[in-house]
T-cell receptor, first 111, second 113 residues
Framework: AQSVTQLGSHVSVSEGALVLLRCNYS??????LFWYVQYPNQGLQLLLK??????LVKGINGFEAEFKKSETSFHLTKPSAHMSDAAEYFC?????????FGAGTRLTVKP | KAGVTQTPRYLIKTRGQQVTLSCSPI?????VSWYQQTPGQGLQFLFE???????NKGNFPGRFSGRQFSNSRSEMNVSTLELGDSALYLC????????????FGPGTRLTVL
C-alpha cells in the first residue's frame, strides 16, 4: 500500500522567506509524486509532479521539489514567499490508478 | 478548453435521503476520479472510472457508488445519507488515470442535516 505523510499541518513564514513543506511517502514500487495547492472554496491545482528522470522538479509559481529516494521524501520549496502563496498544500503519491493524498499543510504568509 | 465542471456546487440534504452528484471532465479525458474531503479525514479516494468501467475503489461503504457514461461524464450517488457524509466532493479528470496529471473541479459541498 502507498501512503503520504506531511510533516506540519500548519507552517507560517514571513513574506520573502524560504518556504519548505515536508512530504514523505511510502510505496512498494517507483512512485509518481505530486504537489497540489488548494485555495479557499476551490478545487486542487497541480503545482508539479515527479514521474521519472530528473529528481529536481520545477513547477508553477516558483515552486520546486526534489525527489530523494534514499529518504523517501519529496519536499516542496520556494525561495521567497509571497502573500499570494497562502493556501493549503497537498502532497500525493500514485503508483497505479489510486492516488493517495497527505493530510495537507496550511501555509500562512505574514507581511 | 473548458475545465472540469461539477454540479451542483452546493447541496443540503437530510439523513436517510440519497444524493447524486455530477462531473463533466475535460474534453478528451477518459478517466474520472472522485474524492471526499473533510476536515477530519482529509482527502480520501472514492473511486476511479475509465471508459465506463470502475478501475479502482477506495475504502468506502457500498452506499457510495458511481458510474461513467459513454461521453465520460460521471455521476456519484450516496444512498441513505448520514451526518458524516457532509463533505466537499471533488472530481478530477485525466487522460489516462491517477499517474497522469489530474485536473480538479471546484467540488460539490454536501451538507447533511
Amino acid at each position: 500500500a502507498q501512503s503520504v505523510t506531511q510533516l506540519g499541518s500548519h507552517v507560517s513564514v514571513s513574506e520573502g522567506a524560504l518556504v519548505l513543506l515536508r512530504c514523505n511517502y511510502s510505496s512498494s514500487v517507483p512512485p509518481y509524486l505530486f504537489w497540489y495547492v488548494q485555495y479557499p472554496n476551490q478545487g486542487l491545482q497541480l503545482l508539479l509532479k515527479y514521474t521519472t528522470g530528473a529528481t529536481l522538479v520545477k513547477g508553477i509559481n516558483g515552486f520546486e521539489a526534489e525527489f530523494k529516494k534514499s529518504e523517501t521524501s519529496f519536499h516542496l520549496t520556494k525561495p521567497s514567499a509571497h502573500m499570494s502563496d497562502a493556501a493549503e498544500y497537498f502532497c500525493a503519491v500514485s503508483n497505479n490508478n489510486d492516488m493517495r493524498f497527505g493530510a495537507g499543510t496550511r501555509l500562512t504568509v505574514k507581511p | 478548453k473548458a475545465g472540469v465542471t461539477q454540479t451542483p456546487r452546493y447541496l443540503i440534504k437530510t439523513r436517510g435521503q440519497q444524493v447524486t452528484l455530477s462531473c463533466s471532465p475535460i474534453s478528451g479525458h477518459r478517466s474520472v476520479s472522485w474524492y471526499q474531503q473533510t476536515p477530519g479525514q482529509g482527502l480520501q479516494f472514492l473511486f476511479e472510472y475509465f471508459s465506463e468501467t470502475q478501475r479502482n475503489k477506495g475504502n468506502f461503504p457500498g452506499r457510495f457508488s458511481g458510474r461513467q457514461f459513454s461521453n465520460s461524464r460521471s455521476e456519484m450517488n450516496v444512498s441513505t445519507l448520514e451526518l458524516g457524509d457532509s463533505a466537499l466532493y471533488l472530481c478530477a479528470s485525466s487522460s489516462t488515470g491517477a499517474t497522469d496529471t489530474q485536473y480538479f473541479g471546484p467540488g460539490t459541498r454536501l451538507t447533511v442535516l
